[in-house]
């Protein structure tokens, strides 16, 4: 894994993870009982969108430190993937 992989994958991690940390806790208008005229009962009293950020980064480097730690061991590579045999034979190094 190259730099720009692996902050790619860091991205998709951290992307993936923040969505599922969004859903944490959201406390709607409706349940705090204070609808702010022009919005829908359902949308999020306190939103808390930078605390999220940070849980979901350090959620995030860890998953990706586990992630790298297993392409950087070498206990897998693209060929353990390919189970069509489209890549060919596995190179001689």
Not at 29 to 46: K, L, R
């Amino acid at each position: 894994m190259n730099l720009t992989g692996g902050i790619v994958l860091f991205a998709v991690i951290w992307f993936l993870v923040f969505f599922v940390v969004l859903q944490a806790t959201p406390g709607s208008q409706a349940d705090a009982g204070e609808v702010v005229p022009g919005t829908p009962a359902s949308a999020p009293s306190d939103a808390r969108i930078l605390w999220k950020a940070k849980i979901t980064t350090i959620i995030t480097i860890v998953i990706w430190a586990a992630i790298a730690a297993v392409i950087f061991s070498g206990l897998f590579d693209i060929y353990d993937l390919d189970f069509f045999g489209r890549l060919g034979p596995r190179p001689v190094n």
